[in-house]
């Protein structure tokens, strides 16, 4: 079983589109990072969130925290095909020792 | 400031064989942590090296094993290559390690088990 689940798994979309990928969990997390993973690259962070509701903007991209700490989204408004990657969701669990655990990824293509 | 560098890039291996992937962090930074990425499991972590200690260590089997060098530097090795271990092995550095911190990735080495 996966601590971290990620929706969907794969998403193919068209320039200008809007779209959300979720990462949920039923475990409380400290912290949650977003990465961005390009062919043939490692994982780049986007960001971090660390409080219950808390919502961060990066230029088309917003990233909110769930108010449980268990779950978070990541929103992309108008995407571009620069946008294109695999998207990673990774939690520092509450109260352990840091151990991250990764999602599966959500794998991105946006066509022009 | 370079980023994190892993060597090599690409390897091809036999069952059976061992395997040593190679990680320099960023400057300054102390903590090294190794992961293997496949289509099927995702990213999952391996263990974690602070201050040539292993700190963390994930559920993998004792044929992956790690070291941290006196400038930070990190190898792990796996023996007894199996056709499972074929993967993309990650490496990446932070300052302290601490949750939550910035992560910083290097390319990764691609391992082939034939």
């Known amino acids: 079983t996966q601590l971290l689940e990620q929706s969907p798994q794969f998403l193919s979309i068209q320039e200008g589109e809007n779209l959300t990928v979720y990462c949920n969990s039923s475990s409380v997390f400290s912290s949650l990072q977003w990465y961005r993973q390009e062919p043939g690259e490692g994982p780049v962070l986007l960001v971090t969130v660390v409080t219950g509701g808390e919502v961060k903007k990066l230029k088309r991209l917003t990233f909110q925290f769930g108010d449980a700490r268990k779950d978070s989204s990541l929103h992309i408004t108008a995407a571009q095909p620069g946008d294109t990657g695999l998207y990673l969701c990774a939690g520092a669990l509450r109260g352990g020792s840091y151990i991250p655990t990764f999602g599966r990824g959500t794998s991105l293509i946006v066509h022009p | 400031k370079a980023g994190v560098t892993q060597t090599p890039r690409y390897l091809i291996k036999t069952r059976g064989q061992q395997v040593t992937l190679s990680c320099s962090p960023i400057s300054g930074h102390r903590s090294v942590s190794w992961y293997q990425q496949t289509p099927g499991q995702g990213l999952q972590f391996l263990f974690e090296y602070f201050s040539e200690t292993q700190r963390n260590k994930g559920n993998f089997p004792g044929r992956f094993s790690g070291r941290q060098f006196s400038n930070s530097r990190s190898e792990m090795n796996v023996s007894t290559l199996e056709l499972g271990d074929s993967a993309l092995y990650l490496c990446?550095?932070?300052?302290?390690?601490?949750?939550?911190?910035?992560?910083?990735f290097g390319s990764g080495t691609q391992l082939s088990v034939l």
């Open positions: 990446a550095s932070s300052g302290t390690g601490q949750g939550g911190e910035k992560l910083f």
